[in-house]
């Protein structure tokens, strides 16, 4: 049958197809030599055997067939049918079968005989808001276990189906026939702080800085925006810190006790209001994104974690990278303005001379 | 830009005379003081306190200073280089201190005229900068040169045989021509000043804006740090008195440098051994011209060169002498702030598109051939020049006091320069004819009244600004260059006027944050007293100072930008630096601690009780 899973060290950009946005640039990351906890990726076509199995694809369609995007009591209708039949549908032996065996490998490179995982989807294309509209943005978080991996691995391919996927897609894409999607699986981090980090300035574009939010615990707090994070602007020139604001982190995400899942809880004081990175981490982020950079050879957008255990640079990991494109360039037409013109025209409009642009 | 509501500042006329200054308006002249005929103009401009040149009242004499660089500045942007949208600087003195507001062009066609001038003017003086820069420097020694060897004469019983037989000038003449020539010379240092001030900061500010808009997040002291020079004339003198530290401990005559002595006993013990009078031979040779440095910014007689009063360059080299007993290293890092120029400016034109990267290069480049001019031209004028200018006219005062007109040399500087040509003219004409004077009776009473109207007028804190808060921006280039003056600054000075914050903000001049106790510092005589571990809270500073930098934690100022001597020196040393205030030395008091955050650019009030 077709490749179901690999391990994300062997995959390259041009295995997106395949593997979906994601898993294919954790692969990228590995291969920079980027510090990236290993798991494997799971293919589209292992979503495709999926649909496959029994006539899960046939009823998916059906119950899909002519829906009127802006209906929303039947698009909600049809969300839940296909949820509730995906959910009753087994992910198909073989893929099982492969899923556990590189879980098992993944295993053998932790000291855990049951590692806990994350499970996340791989979008094709790189466009978040798109991503997030498809419905393919799920976590998992602290999953265990081969069955456990397997119900995650189906809630990404689930969450194609929630209303708002379903009817973003009705109004964008003409028939196209079933989504493709990815999954990739990486061993946890037990994020002491984590966050997301910025290799220009989000605001202005500015590439000599990076900028850091990061907060307590696992990353859910400040990428799903529950969480105001400690924010930092550091210089990638000097590695000074030029803005540092300290927020009151109310609450983080740590590992459930139960052992599976995550738990939300109250940050006690002082760590509340206590700055969650110091100059060593801020110092060691900085590299970290410049790494990154400069093997993208563009700039990104990075989830990134730093384990409780270990010490700086080592315990810190990049969870995901993805290119910024959507950052608003304040800046850029005050250079535009600027650019072409010889040094001398531009002193003489500090002087308020107009240049002249012949 | 800031969108607040214009906030108001008070009227000039509205401003009360302090207790006990009542006709303080004497000192100055008719054109500098506010009237009911230019009431509804003045009112109608901002004006703001040029506490950066001005921080004291000025004495009658000092109007020199005021005079002399208005003149040159207005008449170079205005008449020589048109700058498009701004002529010049206007001024008013209310309670004896100095308020100024730029005179600006707005009418477009105007505006399109004067460029024409300006393009073809400045453009000349930036293709041949180094050429005119010098012989701009060649013109300055002349000068020098001319000021000192100026001769004062003395008024002798008999006049001398050549005047009888070599066709010599009579005494009479010479004094009033020497007076007027000093004068003369010193309003053509202030005209090289300004000849290449303007379009060297504009340079630079190019550099600055270009880089801001490229690279919003930048700080302002990498822009500095990119273009500032390395091997700059300013820190030489400093320099100096590092080497001679270091010759006094190696000579092992670093003891006779003791704590509490006077330069002079230090220079008699000395003399008494063969080492230290080697000493003091390296110490002449370096004298002139790096002793020529000032105790201030030349803008008041009393600020003296080293040379005038060596206790500033004594204590500074006994602290270097402490910093080598203890192992510290007192070189100037050069080879450490060369590196670091060069990393930061490929970095960050490495980050740049390749055509943005042209522009960023060809702009750093150019603001690094004016920057010597900008750094150098205050050694030159203000320090060396000024200082033998105000001797120059203590030799007058000396003249005048040998004939019972005044006191004591020194009073000649609490009379207007046009007063002193008075009492210079019947100086000669009584000394002439022989018959009593009026001079001994008229002018020490009056010396006497100023002397005092300038202790009170000193208590007196103006405000950083009056009149009426510009609606549109402001958009003066000559102000934000010179001054920071921009909007944003106008508002905080306007809102820390109204409220009674435990913060101030300024321009983040240096980084870093320190805290420790304040040493307000309003007067140059007072470095003196800045203890170690202070921060440093004066109006402004100057190179002068530097010798105090090494002990301080941190520095904050009421005026100046980043481009501010305290921001240069600051970041030399390394300390954290907030300028610009506008209201430091009136909100804080000595003994009181301090927060200064020179990487956000606030200073914070930690206590609010009165020092022991």
Known sequence: MTECARPLAELRAHDEDRFGGKSTSLGELIAGGIPVPPGFAVSTAAFEAFLATGSVGERVEDALAGIDPDDVAAVAAASAAVTLEMRRTPVPDAVAAEVGRHYAALAATSSKRQPPVAVRSSARGEDSAEATFAGQQETYLWVRGTDGVCEAIRGCWISLYSAEAISYRARMAAGGGPPAMGVAVQLMVDAEVSGVMFTCSPLTGDPSVVAINASWGLGLGVVGGEVTPDDFLISKVSHEILRRTIADKQVEYVPDPGGRGTHRVAVEEPRRTAACLDEEGLRALVQTARAVERHFGSRQDIEWAIARTGSLPENLFVLQSRPVTATARAGSEAVADRTGLDAMSLVLGTFGVKPRRD | ?612
């Not at chain 2, 206007?90 to 308020?99: A, K, L, P, S, W």
């Not at chain 2, 240092?189 to 290449?196: G, L, P, S, Y």
């Not at chain 2, 034109?349 to 205050?378: C, I, M, W």
């Not at chain 2, 903000?505 to 944050?513: E, H, K, L």
Request: charged fraction near 25%.
């Open chain 2, 1 to 612: 830009m800031s969108t607040t509501p214009a906030s108001t500042f008070p009227s000039p006329l509205s401003i009360a005379t302090p207790e006990g200054c009542e006709g303080w308006e004497e000192m100055y002249p008719y054109y500098a003081l506010l009237g009911e005929d230019r009431r509804e103009a003045d009112e109608q401009r901002l004006w703001f306190w040029n506490s950066m040149h001005f921080p004291e009242p000025m004495s009658a004499f000092d109007v020199v200073a005021i005079d002399g660089p208005y003149y040159a500045l207005a008449n170079w942007q205005n008449r020589v280089f048109a700058i498009p949208p701004a002529m010049g600087i206007d001024y008013r003195i209310v309670n004896g201190y100095v308020f100024i507001t730029p005179n600006a062009v707005t009418d477009p066609n105007l505006i399109a005229e004067r460029a024409a001038y300006f393009g073809e003017r400045a453009g000349y003086y930036f293709a041949n900068w180094d050429e005119l820069y010098g012989r701009w420097r060649e013109k300055m020694r002349k000068l020098i040169a001319e000021i000192t060897a100026l001769e004062v004469p003395q008024l002798r019983t008999y006049e001398e045989d050549a005047v009888a037989f070599e066709d010599r000038d009579t005494s009479f003449v010479r004094v009033l021509d020497s007076y007027n020539r000093a004068l003369r010379m010193h309003e053509q240092m202030w005209q090289h000043h300004f000849e290449f001030l303007l379009l060297g900061y504009g340079a630079y500010l190019t550099f600055s804006d270009f880089c801001k808009s490229a690279l919003p997040e930048i700080p302002d002291q990498h822009i500095a740090q990119m273009v500032s020079g390395i091997d700059v004339l300013l820190f030489r003198p400093d320099t100096e008195l590092r080497h001679l530290a270091r010759l006094a401990r190696e000579a092992g005559v670093d003891a006779s440098f003791a704590d509490g002595r006077s330069p002079e006993a230090i220079i008699a013990e000395l003399g008494q051994s063969e080492a230290g009078r080697g000493w003091l031979e390296s110490l002449e040779a370096v004298k002139d011209p790096w002793f020529n440095m000032g105790s201030g910014d030349g803008f008041y007689h009393h600020h003296r060169s080293w040379l005038d009063d060596p206790s500033i360059p004594f204590s500074a080299i006994r602290g270097h002498i402490d910093a080598l007993v203890e192992g510290r290293d007192t070189e100037r890092p050069t080879e450490h702030l060369a590196a670091e120029r060069n990393r930061l400016a490929h970095e960050y034109g490495a980050l740049l598109d390749e055509q943005a990267r042209g522009t960023f290069n060809e702009l750093l480049g150019l603001s690094r051939t004016v920057f010597p001019y900008v750094e150098e031209h205050k050694f030159f004028c203000e320090y060396w020049f000024q200082s033998r200018f105000f001797n120059k006219v203590r030799e007058f005062g000396a003249l005048l006091a040998t004939h019972g007109f005044l006191h004591d040399g020194e009073d000649v500087f609490q009379l207007s320069r046009h007063e002193v040509g008075e009492a210079l003219e019947e100086l000669v004409l009584s000394w002439a004819h022989g018959g009593p004077p009026r001079g001994p009776h008229h002018w020490p009473p009056i010396v006497e009244r100023r002397r005092r109207l300038l202790e009170r007028l000193k208590q007196w804190t103006p405000p950083p600004a009056m009149g009426t808060m510009p609606t549109e921006a402001i958009n003066d280039p000559i102000s934000v260059m010179l001054w920071g003056i921009t909007p944003e600054r106008l508002h905080s000075w306007a809102s820390a006027m109204s409220g009674d914050s435990l913060t101030l903000t300024g321009a983040a001049a240096s980084p870093g944050v320190a805290e420790g106790p304040a040493r307000v510092v309003r007067d140059v005589h007072e470095i003196t007293d800045v203890q170690p571990g202070e921060i440093l809270v004066s109006t402004v500073t100057s190179p002068a100072w530097a010798p105090i930098f090494p002990k301080i934690r941190g520095a904050v100022t009421d005026i100046g930008g980043i481009m501010s001597h305290a921001a240069i020196v600051c970041r030399e040393y390394g300390l954290p630096a907030v300028v610009g205030t506008g209201r430091a030395t009136a909100e804080i008091r000595t003994g009181q601690r301090l927060r200064v955050d020179g990487t956000n650019g606030v200073v914070t009030l930690l206590d609010d009780e009165e020092p022991a």
